[in-house]
């Protein structure tokens, strides 16, 4: 069973420009969750998806982020304008059961300069 | 509010050595504990769990053991290998707004050397 995948698993961009970040989770879990590790500190929770809706973003840290899960498939992570305190690793997750054990990607390496 | 706090790394030792990484961690009600560890260039993985008071979870020769009395799961190994050296997180999971979010520590670096 494939595992969940991220893609880029790094990316480079200057400040003021925009990335897309890419989830695919395990087949079959319709839980999908962003998290991420800013400069070496705690991974912190983002945003929560069940199927194609969100239950939960109160992690967001503003409204320069923008996720979606459109079909309830694959999951976008959008960042626009990118700016320096943005970079760091963006783990997806994701999980069978509302209260399953979460399963994590590779992560995305991002850095914006 | 929850959280969870772990030792400061990096943590150096020597192969065969014995490992303790500390995790004390502040919640509400009874969360279940988990530690995960990301290798070199490799994503999260799940090392162990407990879900209940007393519970000792245990892989790959690591053992934490979920102490409700002091909130604690401290992570213990006997005999650490080379292979070992990675970044450690403790976590606990929390039913919060409707979604069980995971509370990670900062992470503890673990080199071990030859």
């Known amino acids: 069973e494939a595992g969940v995948t991220q893609f880029p698993s790094h990316s480079v961009i200057e400040k003021g420009q925009t990335v897309t970040l890419r989830c695919d989770p395990i087949s079959g879990h319709d839980n999908l969750y962003w998290y991420r590790r800013v400069m070496g500190k705690e991974i912190k929770f983002l945003l929560h998806?069940?199927?194609?809706?969100?239950?939960?973003e109160s992690g967001m840290p503003n409204n320069r982020f923008l996720a979606e899960r459109t079909g309830g498939t694959y999951s976008t992570l959008k960042v626009q304008p990118a700016e320096l305190e943005d970079s760091g690793v963006y783990f997806c997750a994701s999980s069978q059961d509302r209260q399953g054990q979460q399963y994590f990607g590779p992560g995305t390496r991002l850095t914006v300069t | 509010g929850n959280s969870v706090t772990q030792m400061e790394g990096p943590v150096t030792l020597s192969e065969e050595a014995f490992l303790t990484i500390n995790c004390t961690y502040t919640a509400t009600g009874y969360p279940s504990l988990f530690w995960y560890v990301q290798y070199p260039g490799e994503g999260l993985q799940l090392l162990l769990k407990a879900t209940k008071a007393d519970d000792k979870g245990s892989n790959k020769g690591f053992e934490a053991t979920y102490r409700k009395e002091t909130t604690s799961f401290h992570l213990e190994k006997g005999s650490v290998q080379v292979s070992d050296s990675a970044v450690y997180f403790c976590a606990l999971s929390v039913l919060s707004s409707g979604t069980y979010k995971y509370i990670f520590g900062t992470g503890t670096r673990l080199k071990v050397l030859a």
């Open positions: 998806f069940v199927k194609e809706s969100k239950q939960d």
